[in-house]
């Protein structure tokens, strides 16, 4: 290290200046785009009748996209260091925002929206003879029994 860490900032994020950064960062970067498609691809077949845990797992994954998508272009075309790591704040910013801040309060109104139609479901065939059928009855008001 002969520069301050400062003007490290402003020289070009490649494997000569960067040698220990840069080969981490994009393989990195690649490994964790390949797992978040793979993350979307499961999570969202699980999920599939959960509306908003869905649309949760779709935001993260366009974040991954264009964040682990930006770092791999910034390597390939040597950006300066100073874009590689303003991208990963706001990256993991975005993430935790997402995961932590804007999604919480639409999932716990899902939930209780799942957990009052399971109280009415409940109540609904509470009764022990709810879920029988009563005997149909033909036109002369009497039941219709089989014949054996």
């Known amino acids: 290290m002969t520069l301050?860490?400062?003007?490290y900032l402003f020289k070009q994020f490649n494997s000569d200046l960067f040698p220990?950064?840069?080969h981490p960062i994009w393989i990195a970067a690649a490994a964790l785009l390949i797992v978040q498609v793979?993350?979307?691809n499961l999570r969202s077949r699980q999920l599939h009748r959960h509306e908003p845990l869905v649309?949760?797992?779709?935001w993260l994954l366009w974040t991954g996209i264009a964040v682990f998508g930006l770092v791999l272009v910034m390597a390939v075309f040597s950006?300066?260091?100073f874009f590689v790591l303003l991208t990963l704040a706001i990256g993991v910013a975005t993430?935790?925002?997402i995961r932590f801040r804007?999604?919480?309060p639409m999932i716990e109104a899902y939930n209780m929206q799942l957990r009052r139609a399971r109280f009415f479901s409940a109540a609904k065939y509470k009764h022990p003879e709810a879920t029988v059928?009563?005997?149909r009855k033909t036109r002369g008001g009497r039941a219709n029994k089989r014949r054996r």
Do not use: C, N, V
């Not at 301050?4 to 003007?7: F, M, R, W």
């Open 133 to 135: 059928r009563p005997a």
């Open 102 to 104: 804007r999604f919480p």
């Open 95 to 97: 993430y935790l925002w």
């Open 4 to 7: 301050s860490p400062l003007e």
């Open 20 to 22: 220990d950064l840069f």
């Open 55 to 58: 649309t949760m797992q779709e």
């Open 38 to 40: 793979i993350l979307y």
């Open 79 to 81: 950006w300066y260091f």
